[in-house]
């Protein structure tokens, strides 16, 4: 099993930056592909951004092309997603996701994930 904890939500002005984190424990490894999503109120949840297991390759959602970054550091199984020049439709509940299947693809589909973390709320005022 994987267990996924995320931090560094909080509450920003428009135009701020946050860093989220995911820990990674159990049986993931440098092998898997994660990724980032988010649920609005009111809304479905909506991919953000993925990253492949090597790292070499990352995946973004339109909306957040330019202002995120995906990185991970393996050697502390650590996930991180850098949020710059933030909007008030960035709010949302962050969720950390892993995939279990090794040496796979990013992916923007929630389906093609199989662990989840219990999200980090993101608030950005006005």
């Known amino acids: 099993q994987v267990q996924l904890v995320e931090s560094g939500g909080g509450s920003v002005q428009a135009g701020g930056s946050l860093r989220l984190s995911c820990a990674a424990s159990?049986?993931?490894?440098?092998?898997?592909?994660m990724g980032w999503f988010r649920r609005a109120p009111g809304k479905e949840r909506e991919f953000v951004a993925a990253?492949?297991?090597?790292?070499?390759?990352?995946d973004y959602a339109n909306s957040v092309k330019g202002r995120f970054a995906i990185s991970r550091d393996d050697a502390k199984s650590t996930l991180y997603l850098q949020m710059n020049s933030l909007k008030p439709e960035d709010t949302a509940v962050y969720y950390c996701?892993?995939?279990?299947?090794?040496?796979?693809?990013?992916?923007?589909?929630?389906?093609?994930?199989?662990?989840w973390g219990q999200g980090t709320q993101v608030t950005v005022s006005s």
């Open positions: 996701a892993a995939r279990r299947q090794i040496f796979a693809s990013t992916n923007p589909s929630e389906r093609a994930y199989d662990y």
């Open positions: 159990g049986s993931t490894s440098s092998r898997n592909v």
């Open positions: 990253i492949s297991w090597s790292g070499g390759s990352t």
